[in-house]
């Protein structure tokens, strides 16, 4: 097979900014297409002239191909607030995110709150700065520890967590996966009160429920009112808490060896912060001749971005600036996959006991039916799985029988 290929010689002056293109092919009509293909080859060659880069191929430009497209398409991010009435919690995120979220919001009365339950509302918002648009999505939890019975306050949220998991799930194992849209909890702040001691049990088991799940992040409501020493110390105990129920919060992934030394200081400080101490304020006021966020008391001002009497600055640079993409991908590699490998479990021993249900029905149907080896495997396999489900199920009926003595001697 005679070979049509044609071979251009390219000759690159950089100093002179010249490019001059010898063709070997003799023939007219083979000139013309490989002048063509030259002239659309000289446009597509990019030569960094002024630093004599002769070796330049231009792939190092997939970063900024990245970022325009990721620009063009917008980020998403989804933000869970639990915690009882009373603690701030619209106050800060009306104050991280410098909008107004809560406009319409009732506040229910005492009769309301006897038999209050948790509910789930969502907001979202679209926010532009500096040309990067963030579609964030707030999920609330109003009714959360307001009841007098707060035993099952955890399973509205832990099911709508796994409801948004379970939707995303479905949308990714579909035909047009294009326009999926990303609903999965990012983040939860979980409010701790400034009155409490410790962990009290309704947070201990809130946390349990949900640290397989979703990122948590530990913040101390309201800190200015307890004094730098309390605060402290009730940093120490919340961190001891943690530790000795084995709750996972969310971890600071280390930082590279190659970064800064202001970035990782900045890294040392965010690690120091945790749990997160913050005060949160609508108000903007004039202090010494500048604008800032912050109370009023008779005794002075707090000011909610001064490192000294409030985390909410670490907060806000921790879960915006910093760790974002982060919460996110922890959110999409370890919680969600550990979710996806629940479900295809699931399906997987599902289609094994329908195979061998309609392997036996064929055997009851008709008596000639010959065994195969592939046969019997099967069906000895689906009666391993029988056996195991029935262990673990014995195995989360005294685990929970535990959780329950266990549960019971904690000072609420």
């Known amino acids: 097979m005679e070979n049509s290929e044609h071979y251009a010689i390219v000759d690159i002056s950089i100093n002179d900014k010249h490019i001059n293109i010898i063709n070997t092919d003799s023939d007219n009509e083979s000139n ?10 000289t446009t597509v060659i990019k030569l960094q002239r002024d630093r004599g880069e002769r070796d330049y191929i231009g792939f190092a430009t997939l970063p900024e191909q990245v970022h325009r497209k990721s620009v063009k398409r917008g980020f998403d991010f989804t933000l869970m607030v639990v915690g009882e009435s009373g603690l701030g919690k619209s106050t800060l995120i009306n104050s991280l995110f410098l909008g107004d979220l809560y406009r319409n919001r009732t506040i229910p009365d005492v009769h309301d709150r006897l038999e209050k339950t948790t509910t789930i509302e969502k907001k979202t918002m679209e926010i532009e700065e500096r040309g990067v648009r963030l579609r964030l999505t707030i999920v609330d939890t109003p009714g959360f520890g307001d009841a007098i019975n707060c035993e099952d306050s955890w399973r509205v949220c832990s099911a709508y967590v796994d409801d948004q998991f379970r939707q995303y799930f479905t949308d990714e194992s579909g035909l047009n996966r294009r326009h999926m849209q990303d609903n999965r909890v990012h ?16 947070d201990v088991e809130m946390m349990r429920r949900l640290h397989r799940k979703v990122n948590i992040v530990v913040v101390i409501a309201k800190a200015d009112s307890l004094t730098v020493m309390e605060v402290k110390k009730l940093k120490a105990r919340i961190l001891q808490d943690l530790e000795d129920y084995q709750i996972q919060v969310y971890q600071f992934p280390e930082c590279d ?28 006021m004039e202090v010494g001749g500048r604008r800032v966020r912050g109370r009023q008391y008779p005794w002075g001002i707090v000011d909610v971005e001064n490192p000294r009497h409030s985390d909410f600055t670490k907060l806000r640079t921790m879960l915006i600036s910093t760790h974002m993409q982060d919460l996110k991908d922890v959110t999409q590699d370890v919680h969600y996959e550990n979710f996806r490998a629940q479900c295809i479990s699931q399906i997987s021993q599902h289609a094994l006991r329908e195979r061998g249900k309609l392997k036996r029905d064929s055997m009851g149907n008709n008596n000639e039916v010959v065994f195969t080896d592939t046969d019997r495997l099967l069906l000895q396999k689906d009666e391993e ?8 199920t014995q195995m989360q009926e005294k685990l929970k029988a535990s959780d329950k003595k266990h549960d019971s001697i904690i000072d609420v």
């Open 32 to 41: 013309k297409k490989e002048n063509k293909k030259n002239s659309a080859l």
């Open 187 to 202: 983040c939860c702040l979980y409010f701790v009160p400034p009155w409490a001691h410790s962990l009290r049990q309704v």
């Open 257 to 284: 060896s190659d970064e800064d030394e202001e970035f990782k200081q900045q890294d040392r400080e965010l690690k120091a912060a945790v749990p997160f101490a913050v005060v949160a304020a609508d108000t903007v």
């Open 385 to 392: 799985i029988r056996r195991m489900q029935d262990m673990l």
